[in-house]
C-alpha cells in the first residue's frame, strides 16, 4: 500500500477532535486510508449501501443507536439527515475520535457540516497521489516560497508519463488496469452518482462537454462567455457547472493577485486540474510523449506543479495562500505566494535552461506596495542555485519531490 502524506494529519486530527472529516474526489482513497488506520474497536458503514442510506435517513437516530460509536461513516453525504444526531451525541459522550466521516460531494457536504458540527470536526481533503507518493518519499515537505532544498533530479519524460497517467490509486493498486477504460468509468460514476442523483442534471451529455472543454484549458485563464458560446449554453448555467467541479474537487480555480494600487489586472481565474490524468484523458491525449511535445505541455505542466503544491498542503490541514499575476498586456507571473506579509514569484518552465529574461515581469509587483521577497524559476535544471543576486533556478523536484 502507497504511503499517504495525510496519514500523521489525520492522526492527529481524530486523537484531537471529536469527530474527522475526510472530503475529496470519488476514488481517492479516502475509505481504503482510514480503514488502515482505523481502531480495531471501530465499526464501519457505507451509505454507498441503498438499504443502509434509507435507514439512516428515515430514522438517523435508530441507525446511530444501532451503529454505536466508535463509527467510520463513508459517504456521509448521502444522509445529511444524520448530522444533527451525531452533533447531539458528541455533545452528550464527549470524546475524541467518536464518528470518522467520508465524503465525495463537497457541495452537499460542507453546508451540513458547518450548520451542525462547528467546531467539533476536523477536516481534511484528501486528493489523488502525490509525485511524492507515487515515488515513495516518505520524508517528504512542503515547499516553502521562504526556503529551499536541493532533491533529485526528474527527468522530463518520466515526469510527463506521470503527468499523462494522473495519482488515482487504482491505477497503481491494481495490476494491469487499463488507464483508458479507467478514466471512461470514473467518469461515468461521477456523472451518474455525484452529477445526476445529487444535483438533478439531467443533461448528462452537456455536463460532459464542458468537462471536456475544461480539460482543453488546463492551466489557463476561465473564461465563462468563451465556454459558453463553444456549448451553445448560458454564462449561467456554465459558472453553476464549474463550481460544481470545484466543489467536488475536480478542478481548483486559482485566483488571480488583487491590487488596489495596480488597476488594470485581469479578474479571471486561472483552471488547475487536480488530477493530471483524468484531465489527459478527458481532453484527448492518445499518449504521454504526444502531450509532451504538444504547445499544451507548458500549460499541464504548470497546472501539475500547482496541483501538487495544493495536495501537499492538503495533506497537512493547510491551504496555501496562492495566486497568479496578470495584467490588461498580458504580462503574467505564473505563481504567487502570500507569506510572512511578502509576496513571492514564481515562473514555471517546460526548460532547462533558464535565463533572467523569464523573470523580466517580476518589477511589476513592485507597483502593489508590498515587499517583494525572493522567488524564481521552477524548472528542468538540475541544480538549485541563484539565478541573480535575488532570485533562484529550483529544480522541479524541489518543489514536489523535496528530502531536507
Known sequence: MIEREAKETIKNIADTFRVLLVTGPRQVGKTTLLKSIMPDDMNYVTLDDKVLRDNARKDPKMFLEEHRWPLLIDEVQYAPELFPYIKMKVDEENKRGMYWLTGSQQFTLMKNVQESLAGRVGIVNLNSFTYSEINGNKDKMIFKPTEFYPSKEINVNDLFELIFNGGMP???????????????????????????????????????????????LNGEQLNYYKIASELGITDKTVKSWINILVASGIIYLLEPFASSKIKRLTHMPKIIFMDSGLCSYLAGWDSARDLQFSSSAGHYLEAFIISEIIKSYNAIGETPNISYYRDKEKNEIDLIFYRNKKIYPFEIKKTASPAESMIKTFYKLEDTGREVAPGGIICFYDTLMHLDKKHYIIPISSVINITK
Open 170 to 216: 487504482e491505477l497503481y493498486n491494481i495490476e494491469g488496469i487499463k488507464r483508458n477504460i479507467f478514466f471512461d468509468g470514473y467518469i461515468n460514476t461521477y456523472l451518474d452518482r455525484d452529477v445526476k442523483e445529487q444535483l438533478n442534471i439531467s443533461d448528462l451529455v452537456e455536463f460532459k462537454k464542458l468537462m471536456v472543454a475544461v480539460a482543453s
